[in-house]
């Protein structure tokens, strides 16, 4: 006679070891406090255009973590709140405050929750929560790749500027940007991962995908000191967690030529029509931020990625004249005051090379109808432009300048008119 156990049953009969029940208490508490009070809570609401910053900089847990770091941490200087950044004092500090709290959490919980022999489907729902979390994360980053905004093609200014003067992470960024086609392939395969990640019986491919992009993600970061390190160690800790039940099946599959026993059963209910349900609404949900996430990339791209306006004066403009104040300037690199180049590549903003080398970035607007060009609120010139020549007259603080200049033609640039070749007899290695 056979005895059919139900799924309740077999959770109910489960029993962890002690260690497994009080690592999951202090992992559990840790991952969520971190997703509820970064910017991954952002991704997982389902809204559009939606710009706020994460709740670890609002009340009041930014008053926290600052007493936290001037009083244990003994860290007198002003914090940094700006999201810019995600290795700011203020991140680390917030990090050691939520492993405080999940470490206290832990503690508590299991003094009142010491009888319970696992928590079989408690770890479920945190898996679903933890696969979302990390999903919106891939749609987000995803999209702003195959958008490529997240590092755009190299500006004009980048284009002039000495290559000795970039920083690492300003290498990484303009060799991946000055590539679209494998900006958008890396920000496929993150799209990839995050949908399969929201569709149940793919999940764990979606891990393994997104634990083998996060890894290599987070060793760019490292060698190319990108201050994303601490985050996107984060995103391998979710991939690694989700993973973690199916470790002896890929030990197995993987280096022991062994066969491989059916995966770890992770309904969430006892029937099966409330998990098919469940599974629907995960789809439904998943495709809402999915699409969401489609929505503000592309409304992106047009506002101030690659398709917005470019400034009307478009260009890098080679000076060929300049006075200040009725004295010619000569192009001599020992005259640091004088022009090399002057761009313009967004509307709000233009650029001065001088001839040292160093570059001033200066706000700017342009009306088209008077031809006025104001600088920064202290400078206005007026500006003729006919024939691939740009003259500008007027004056910038107290000093009164003239500029006569020519449009340089980019595709000068051989990192402009390379582009790609199927057949190649020799490296073009320059």
Not at 167 to 174: A, C, E, F, I, T
Not at 316 to 325: A, G, L, P, R, S
């Amino acid at each position: 006679m056979t005895t059919t156990v139900s799924p309740s049953q077999s959770v109910s009969a489960e029993r962890w070891t002690l260690a497994a029940r009080v690592a999951f208490r202090f992992v559990s508490l840790y991952l969520v406090l971190f997703c509820l009070l970064t910017q991954i809570f952002n991704a997982l609401l389902p809204i559009p255009n939606l710009e706020m910053p994460s709740p670890a900089y609002l009340p009041p847990f930014r008053q926290a973590v600052t007493w936290v770091a001037n009083h244990v941490f003994g860290y007198t200087k002003p914090l940094v709140y700006v999201e810019a950044s995600g290795d700011k004092v203020f991140d680390w500090v917030f990090v050691a405050c939520i492993l405080a709290l999940a470490l206290v959490g832990s503690i508590i919980w299991s003094i009142l929750d010491r009888r319970r022999p696992a928590y079989t489907r408690l770890s479920n729902w945190l898996r679903v929560f933890l696969r979302f979390a990390l999903a919106g994360q891939m749609f987000t980053y995803g999209w702003v790749k195959v958008f490529p905004m997240q590092m755009p093609f190299p500006p004009l200014m980048r284009l002039v500027e000495r290559f000795g003067d970039f920083s690492p992470m300003g290498v990484l960024w303009s060799s991946v940007g000055a590539s679209p086609a494998y900006e958008r392939f890396v920000g496929s395969a993150e799209l990839l991962a995050g949908v399969l990640l929201v569709i149940p019986v793919t999940s764990k491919l979606g891990a393994l995908i997104c634990l083998i992009d996060m890894i290599e993600v987070f060793m760019l970061n490292m060698t190319y000191d990108v201050p994303v390190k601490l985050f996107s160690f984060h995103l391998i800790l979710f991939s690694a967690f989700l993973l973690l039940p199916e470790r002896t099946r890929l030990l197995q599959f993987c280096f022991l030529d062994c066969p491989v026993g059916p995966a770890r059963n992770e309904k969430l209910f006892s029937t099966r029509r409330a998990n098919r349900i469940a599974t629907a609404l995960q789809i439904l949900f998943g495709a809402l931020l999915f699409f969401f996430q489609f929505h503000d990339a592309a409304k992106g791209w047009k506002e101030y990625g690659g398709g917005a306006p470019k400034s009307p004066l478009y260009g890098i403009w080679n000076v060929d004249v300049m006075t200040i104040n009725g004295q010619p300037h000569p192009p001599l690199l020992t005259d640091n005051a004088r022009y090399r180049y002057v761009i313009f590549d967004y509307p709000q903003l233009t650029v001065v090379q001088h001839m040292d080398d160093k570059i001033a970035y200066l706000q700017s607007s342009f009306d088209p109808k008077t031809n006025k060009l104001t600088l920064s609120k202290t400078g206005e010139f007026t500006v003729a432009r006919a024939n691939g020549r740009l003259t500008l007259d007027g004056h910038l603080g107290h000093d009164q300048i003239h500029i006569e200049s020519t449009l340089l033609d980019c595709q000068s640039f051989l990192l402009v008119s390379r582009g790609f070749h199927w057949v190649q007899e020799f490296p073009f290695n320059r």
